[in-house]
């Protein structure tokens, strides 16, 4: 059994993040924490609250940063829609909101466990995460691994060059990726390969169960809007891939590397600098997940879903 902390911005694709975490037997989510990304932090607080609800966790969430260390906040309303969960009705949440930062849940619930017990999913900008840091650096030693989605070596999706979780907070991303932790960027090399067909969509719809209904609901709102905004006739489900990886690292080949967040540049900043020069080694504790194997991760998430919809 692994334990996560989801540190997620609610938000299509980390709902299904959150459903493959709450569905899958390997996984036991020690917290969700939420992040000002996909839309403002009241909102997508409010998503995680009733995903939880929805998917029966009972663990604590957590309301974390409202905007960037530095940066000013954007959102990404264009593809996930005014509440940043368009396209369903939440159930009202059964549980009531953690009161602590979600930054000193993330300190609190890695301290308090085994070395090596926890492991930390981030799926929006790392603004929570670069914040835990400066509370406590110690977590830095004592997580498992940091396995999240953002950023791309070779690909950007918000700039020609930048991933948008890397892009809202590109400070908290520097912090992030220097600390001395074992780190995989699950970015967009990887989740451009995560493509959301129709014949997973048949897959999940042929489980028939409540939630199987509430999923097909999200994607018919995320296919829509990341066709008319970002050209895809089928779009890449990015967050579940950090989280699939965690349960099975087969579904990722990935290669060790530096990995600088470009802070300053003209046209660049929040592009994420790897090092793929085959004749170049450096050391480094980062990782950047490059290959998927999409039938494993549909397998995983299918199963997931099949598992939550029978409780
Ligand atoms: C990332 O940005 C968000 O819109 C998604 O939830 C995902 O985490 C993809 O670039
Ligand atoms: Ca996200």
Not at 123 to 148: C, D, F, K, Y
Request: hydrophobic share 45%; with cysteine; proline share 8%.
């Amino acid at each position: 059994m692994k334990r996560v902390i989801l540190d997620c911005d609610p938000g299509h694709d980390d709902a299904i993040a959150l459903f493959l975490a709450a569905g899958n037997p390997e996984i036991e989510v020690a917290a969700i924490t939420t992040v000002g990304g996909n839309q403002s932090l009241d909102k997508v607080t409010r998503n995680a609250l009733g995903l939880a609800t929805l998917a029966g966790l009972d663990c604590p969430v957590a309301a974390g940063a409202s905007r960037p260390l530095v940066a000013e906040p954007q959102t990404a309303g264009e593809i996930h829609g005014e509440s940043g969960l368009d396209g369903v009705v939440l159930p009202s949440p059964a549980m009531s909101l953690d009161p602590r930062h979600g930054a000193q849940v993330i300190v609190d619930t890695i301290m308090s466990a085994e070395p090596g017990e926890i492991t930390l999913v981030p799926t929006g900008p790392l603004t929570n995460i670069a914040l835990a840091l400066r509370l406590e650096p110690a977590i830095a030693e004592r997580v498992a691994e940091v396995s999240l989605m953002g950023g791309g070596a070779r690909e950007g999706n918000w700039s020609p060059v930048a991933e948008f979780n890397i892009v809202v907070d590109p400070e908290a991303a520097d912090a992030v990726f220097s600390a001395p932790w074992p780190l995989t960027m699950v970015g967009l090399d990887a989740t451009h390969q995560a493509l959301l067909t129709g014949e997973v969509i048949d897959r999940i719809r042929a489980l028939d169960t409540d939630i199987s209904r509430f999923v097909v609901d999200l994607f018919d709102f995320f296919i829509k809007t990341n066709l008319t905004e970002q050209g895809f006739p089928d779009p890449p489900l990015h967050d579940p891939v950090a989280l699939a990886r965690v349960i099975d690292p087969s579904v990722t080949s990935c290669k060790r590397t530096p990995i600088h967040v470009e802070l300053t540049g003209t046209h660049t900043r929040g592009m994420t600098v790897t090092e793929l020069r085959p004749w170049i080694e450096e050391p480094a504790s980062t990782s950047v997940a490059l290959g998927l194997d999409a039938d494993r991760l549909w397998d995983l998430i299918v199963d997931a879903i099949d598992r939550l919809g029978t409780r």
